[in-house]
């Protein structure tokens, strides 16, 4: 989030997220008390700054925002696409700091790098006619994947070019007529040019189905919501998603997403392989010529290690373009001048790529001809189109069975719990034992002031754990004989929410005392504070209490507590353990584990909202076990 004050319109904030979007934004969203590294180095650079410029990059999702400072410059760089990022550059386009540090193959976002901006992609903007003919002849794909894989832009927007156009979008790209070219160069003007701005949603229903600047006709008569500016449609449509929480990921989008990240490596290497190949042919003659070099010294006799060894110390040019030759003929060779498009480790042998600007290594063999070496390369282009074909194929069923699963279900609505008169101990750490005692812990310091000052009877039992830091746990006997079992439960209560679990143990120990010897009296010359208190007299230690607890819906309310005490009583449950989220964090991800099995969301959200969850988690990180 950044402020911005500007003399005609006031006051104005910008929301940035990595990967998914920009927009100006008037939602309250809460800072957190400690600001990350990245917001606070934000401060130090640009705080007071002027904007000079907002522009984009060509027609990729990259917004640049340049910051003037002084005598300073800084651009403010959004990558929308996926796996994006958030950087600041200095003046010299090098990186001050990435939101996330990432290593791509041919990127790197890390601190002190230049910044590199992707592959260019066609402008469906501005690509000529000629060069949308040449890029759909080259395909042998269908024209909305075409579309999608060459001219930057999403599947829906695809379908909305074919429609258009009045085209199959499953016809092959490469069968398309001129006048049919002509038809989607038209269509790709009308679609990008946005001579219309009308931000909306498209609704089907209640359901919100997409967020558009422009009319699309693939959502034909749907229903719209519309909306003064697209920042603004953006901004309630996150809004919404966030109160919600996010998704998490199926194993089948998880899926999906791995699929279409090999086909897009397959895709690479393809296209490398066969520019390796087309090299060779380009420099036919200079390869011919060290092919043959070699070959006759063999038919004189001589050892790849004997030739080797006179090529390097012979101080001819072919000593500098030679980087190695091994026993069995295989070459590593630097091209030099010319050969500067194709970069990146390719995976056809130890070396290939680029290794310097205006430097391609390649991987030849000396038994072979200059046409055989290229069609090594050629053969694997060949290789890589398969896989890319198989990986695509796979890719369609994963995407037909989401589709499938997707399918809207009717819910069954359930009466929404009427807000019931929290119980005395509910304010407190507690639960109900498999033996039906109740159990008490303080939350803090003046909590457990208030358990031992009202609530610790005579009759009942006291557990604390050696190490400060612990909730004083109390059993309310009622003046009944307290099985063994619910003593065990008692303890694990205790252990769960002490220091233990912020400390990340997974076990530890603590004692059983009567109540009547634990008092607020402490030896003389000692002073207690707040929250604690003294234990006199023998105890009874259990050692080694596992930790974890569960939590989960039981008869209109949420309970929380040891396993064995929550889980046969609860629908759905979720078990605990010493972890790396949030309480915040983790009780967001069990309130969606919570609403795949209980689709009434009011209802859910009534009895099990992720406040109350926060409230049965424990200090410290966590996760959900297994």
């Not at 090098?94 to 992707?118: C, H, M, N, S």
């Not at 398309?176 to 009308?198: C, K, N, P, T, Y």
């Not at 008569?221 to 901004?235: I, M, P, V």
């Not at 290690?305 to 390097?312: F, R």
């Amino acid at each position: 989030m950044i402020s911005f004050q500007s003399p005609g319109q006031g006051k104005f904030d910008l929301l940035m997220e990595a990967g998914q979007r920009i927009h100006l934004t008037e939602k309250p969203r809460a800072a957190p008390k400690m600001p990350p590294q990245f917001p606070t180095m934000l401060r130090k650079r640009i705080t007071g700054g002027r904007v000079a410029e907002v522009r984009q990059h060509g027609f990729d999702r990259v917004a640049e925002i340049v910051v003037d400072r002084g005598e300073d410059q800084y651009v403010l760089i959004a990558e929308i696409f996926p796996k994006g990022n958030v950087l600041l550059l200095d003046d010299y386009g090098r990186i001050v700091l990435p939101l996330r540090p990432l290593t791509f193959r041919d990127r790197k976002l890390l601190a002190g790098e230049k910044y590199q901006y992707r592959e260019d992609q066609l402008d469906p903007r501005t690509v000529s006619k000629n060069d949308l003919a040449f890029h759909l002849a080259a395909s042998e794909s269908e024209l909305v994947r075409t579309l999608v894989r060459g001219l930057n832009m999403g599947g829906t927007y695809a379908e909305e070019v074919c429609l258009r156009a009045g085209l199959n979008k499953t016809e092959p790209a490469h069968s398309l007529s001129g006048d049919e070219i002509d038809r989607v160069h038209r269509a790709l003007g009308e679609v990008f040019g946005l001579a219309q701005m009308d931000p909306h949603f498209v609704l089907d229903g209640d359901e919100v189905v997409d967020v558009v600047p422009a009319p699309l006709e693939v959502y034909g008569e749907l229903e719209r919501r519309e909306f003064e500016t697209f920042s603004k449609a953006l901004d309630e449509y996150f809004f919404a998603e966030e109160a919600e929480g996010p998704k998490p990921k199926t194993a089948l989008e998880r899926r999906k997403e791995m699929q279409e990240r090999s086909i897009q490596e397959f895709r690479e290497n393809e296209r490398k392989f066969a520019a390796f190949g087309e090299m060779i042919y380009g420099r036919y003659g200079e390869i011919e010529s060290i092919l043959g070099a070699i070959s006759g010294a063999l038919e004189k006799g001589y050892t790849y290690s004997e030739i080797w060894a006179k090529i390097k110390t012979s101080g001819l040019p072919i000593a500098e373009k030679l980087l190695s030759l091994d026993y069995q003929g295989e070459i590593r060779l630097r091209l030099d001048e010319g050969v500067g498009e194709v970069e990146g480790e390719v995976g056809v042998g130890e070396g290939e790529g680029k290794n310097k600007v205006g430097a391609t290594e390649l991987a030849l063999n000396a038994k072979l001809t200059v046409p055989q070496n290229a069609q090594r390369y050629y053969d694997r282009a060949k290789a890589q189109t398969k896989k890319r074909e198989g990986a695509e194929k796979a890719l369609e069923q994963t995407i037909k069975i989401i589709e499938k699963r997707a399918a809207p279900e009717k819910v069954k609505t359930r009466k929404v719990a009427k807000r019931r008169k929290p119980r005395w101990y509910e304010r407190f750490r507690w639960f109900d034992s498999s033996d039906g005692f109740l159990v008490i812990g303080g939350r803090d310091a003046s909590s457990n002031e208030e358990i031992y000052a009202k609530y610790l009877e005579k009759r009942d039992f006291a557990l604390h754990t050696d190490a400060p830091g612990a909730p004083l746990t109390v059993i309310k006997t009622l003046g009944e004989e307290v099985p063994e079992s619910t003593l065990v439960e008692a303890a694990r209560f205790a252990v769960s929410y002490s220091s233990v679990w912020k400390a990340g143990f997974f076990e530890g120990d603590c004692y059983l005392v009567k109540a009547e010897q634990v008092t607020k009296t402490p030896e003389p010359g000692e002073f207690l504070k707040k929250g604690a208190f003294v234990v006199r007299g023998e105890r009874r230690y259990f050692r080694d209490v596992p930790v974890g607890i569960a939590v989960g819906i039981e008869s209109d309310r949420l309970i929380g507590g040891p396993v064995s005490a929550i889980k046969p009583k609860a629908d759905p449950v979720a078990e605990i353990e010493p972890g790396e989220l949030s309480p915040e964090d983790l009780a967001k991800r069990i309130y969606r584990t919570f609403a795949e099995k209980e689709k009434d969301r009011r209802y859910l959200k009534s009895v099990a909202s992720v406040d109350q969850i926060v409230s049965f988690l424990p200090p410290g990180g966590s996760r959900v076990k297994g």
